[in-house]
């Protein structure tokens, strides 16, 4: 199979000319590629994509209440600064995995990084809530070229031998990314104001991008043929997700009245009917419905959603409660900086702590009982900032160790011929259930009576945890065929 590179012109010297700069793969300098450390630089340059993309999930819900305040807007308005991102990046990451096999991991990675910083500064800069919503949308255009090839771009990287090592580098930049998030993104509020959340991803992304250019491998081969991408599909999955979230909003205090979700309502229904029997029906289904039918697959799915769900709920949660009760936004992110602290101590360190008999299923189910546990104290403890750092703590640590065991065995689940199709519905239900973390504590806050709304919001958070924990119940996943 011919590789990107043979296909397009260069130069003697192995470089693009004309055109074929935009879209051909640059080769890393000589001195660099035969070095027996290259593969460690390219996986070093991964992991700026992976700290970029947690350090901005973890760190945006700080921005709610000053952008309430700037623009004078309520928190069903406010939460869609996180929610098109998601919703975005949810449609785009498997048509833009199937649409870099074809043209190269690293360039579309590359432009992946350009167009997250980009976006990033007009961000910073946007003069309203609705551009600045806008803007998100294309941020999560970045985000998803970055996110759909950074695992691929590892793995082509790194010798079979360090494959462990390698991914677990990577796994780190996401740990610290999403660890740091909340005290970066309080201490940036608090001193030089909300813009500087996400001005402070471009210098971040420049050296990114640079670095990309030099260190990263080409694509070894390209897919043949054009890239099947169902448009259809992608276009019927944004409509279904987003007029659901936009119901979910007006029932959350949008400014409309309550009839008006009548009409996202009816989409909702309409897209996601028509995007399942797409997805029956069609040549190259986005999600294929046949592999929901094997065993642990369906629960496996539907326990990760309700993990991210549970994982990203208190960090629209803790802000509000304490930001009502007077707390700085610094102040905020200290104590939320407990949850994703847990959740990276655990993910990294859960093979050296757990025992070495238990498997993932029995680590599934011992982290899933663990996030009712912590969600039960929450409930039940006043919400302030000297006790919320408990909960939240142990919250993180069960989070960490039941996320990779479910997606161990949802995968371990998949055939090996639709691994792609495999990850890309657990992406899909990674950015189903953040987004829905978001949009159900929102929910919960405005139509629980007052001075109820936090243990309300908690007691729903219990509620998916206790439903990760009943999917752990189902039976044992087949062996791949």
Known sequence: MATVNDQLPTLPS?????????????????????????????????????????????VVTLTYQPLGEQFHAGPAAVEWVSLSYLLALVALLVPVGRFSDAHGRKLMYLYGFAVFTLASAACGLAPGLGVLVGFRVVQALGAALMQANSVALV????????????????????????ALGPTVGGALVATVGWRWVFLVNVPIGIVALVSGHYLLPRTRAAAPGRPRVDALSVLLLGG????G???????????????????????ALTCGRAFVRRQR?????????????????????????????????????????LGRGGASALSCGLVLTALPLGFALAATLADRLLPPGWDDRRRCRAGAAGCVAALALLAALPMTPGLLPVPLGLLGIALGVFTPANNTLVMRAVPQTSA??????VNLGRGLGTALGVAAVTLTLHLAPAGAGARAAAGVLLAFAALALATTSARQPRAKA
């Not at 979910?248 to 309502?265: D, F, H, I, N, Q």
């Not at 190259?284 to 539907?302: E, F, H, K, N, S």
């Open 245 to 267: 979230m936009l119901v979910l909003s007006v029932g959350s205090g949008l400014g409309l009245p309550v009839w008006t979700a009548a009409g996202p309502a009816l989409a």
């Open 14 to 58: 192995g470089r693009p000319r004309g055109w074929a700069v935009l879209h051909q793969e640059r080769p890393r300098p000589e001195r660099i590629r035969t070095r027996p450390w290259a593969w460690r630089l390219a996986v070093a340059t991964v992991c700026f994509g992976a700290f970029m993309g947690q350090l901005d999930a973890s």
């Open 281 to 321: 029906r069609g040549p190259d289904p986005l999600v294929d419905l046949a592999l929901l039918r094997r065993g642990g697959i369906a629960p496996g799915l539907v326990g990760g959603l309700c993990g991210y769900l549970v994982l990203f709920g208190p960090l629209v949660l803790v802000p509000v409660v």
């Open 155 to 178: 793995t082509t990287s790194a010798p079979a031998a360090r494959m462990r090592s390698a991914l677990g580098m990577q796994a780190a930049g996401q740990a610290v990314g999403l």
């Open 240 to 243: 279904a997700t987003t007029a």
């Open 420 to 425: 792609g199709t495999g990850g890309g519905m």
